[in-house]
């Protein structure tokens, strides 16, 4: 499954990597991953898409704005321009779409981290 391909690279960041939702209580810093849209990709001929481009979000937290964003270039450095298979999955190309920066509260720094990803049926 894609989740645990992303993650199995993510890990090779941080070892508190979580797909999806976070609870509360958990020590920073750590990132969370999910899937935001899945978009069949249309070719011409009929036999159905062959490839689907994903959006895909890695959330880093921190303390410090200056560790998040050593986190987000972290991800950046090791999910733009992936390529590989695993988990029964292809991703053909992951490219880097964005990042957003939001402030928490009580020093919990957030960067969003958006990737597309062209994965192969």
């Keep these: 499954m894609l989740h ?3 993650y199995d690279q993510l890990k090779t960041i ?3 990597v979580y797909p999806g939702v976070v609870a509360e209580a958990e020590e920073l810093p750590y990132i969370a991953h999910f899937n935001i849209s899945n978009i069949p990709f249309a070719d011409s001929d009929l036999e159905g898409s062959k490839m689907d481009v994903i959006r895909w979000q890695v959330s880093c937290f921190h303390s410090s704005f ?3 964003t050593t986190l987000a270039d972290s991800v950046r450095t090791v999910l733009d321009e992936y390529s590989g298979s695993g988990h029964d999955v292809t991703i053909e190309r992951c490219i880097f779409a964005g990042e957003n920066y939001i402030y928490e509260g009580n020093r919990v720094h957030h960067m969003a981290v958006d990737f597309e990803i062209r994965l192969k049926r």
């Design 4 to 6: 645990e391909l992303i």
């Design 14 to 16: 941080i070892d508190k």
């Design 66 to 68: 200056s560790g998040v």
